[in-house]
């Protein structure tokens, strides 16, 4: 069965700190990893997928296969990161479901 | 244009009662899936649906859930004999299709079971 694993509940950060949020999965196959974020009192939105190997709002992700994991990454945090990430699992044998881990809170302090 | 909505944002209810949470995905989105988020979680599968069939219905907890979608836009989640073990957000979201088409997210349903 898949699985997604977030370690960290809570990560707080100053300012223009680097911030890395772990998430480490379980599959049979080949997945598709996703990083979703919820800003305070808005819906759950796509940040960025491993597919499009992009970077969004200066955050990227790398897909690990040897060691199963999808951590997000930032240079420097700002205030408006603020959020809880999720980091998603998807593929062929999940169906087209998400899977999802427990979630990062991320707090950016002035 | 319009994003994923859903209805009632709240709804307060007491044990044993039904309950029915309905969803409105995007114009032209042919896939819909519902999600359940208890508190402190993320969120979990439960069904969703191509068109007007479920494709998949294997995250409903137990037999007094059921979905329809019966014209292939608007979803309603039905909860029978509802617990409290059944208080959560209850999330929507549609996709264009499926397979690895993004999947937009509603503001869910926040349910309480008294």
Known sequence: AQRVTQPEKLLSVFK???????????YSGSPELFWYVQYSRQRLQLLLRHIS???IKGFTADLNKGETSF????????????????????????GNKLTFGGGTRVLVKP | GAGVSQTPSNKVTEKGKYVELRCDPISGHTA?????????????????????G?????????????AVRPEGSVST???????????AVYLCASSLNTGTDTQYFGPGTRLTVL
């Open chain 1, 16 to 26: 223009g700190a680097p911030v890395e949020l772990k998430c480490n999965y379980s």
């Open chain 1, 71 to 94: 951590h997000l990454k930032k240079p420097f945090a700002q205030e408006e990161d603020s959020a809880m990430y999720y980091c998603a699992l998807s593929g062929k044998a999940a």
């Open chain 2, 32 to 52: 819909l899936y519902w999600y359940r988020q208890s508190l402190g979680q993320g969120p979990e599968f439960l069904i969703y649906f191509q068109g007007t």
């Open chain 2, 77 to 87: 989640l039905k909860i029978q004999r509802t617990e409290r073990g059944d208080s």
């Open chain 2, 54 to 66: 479920a494709a998949d219905d294997s995250g409903l907890p137990n037999d007094r859930f059921f």
């Open chain 1, 53 to 55: 190997r992009e970077s």
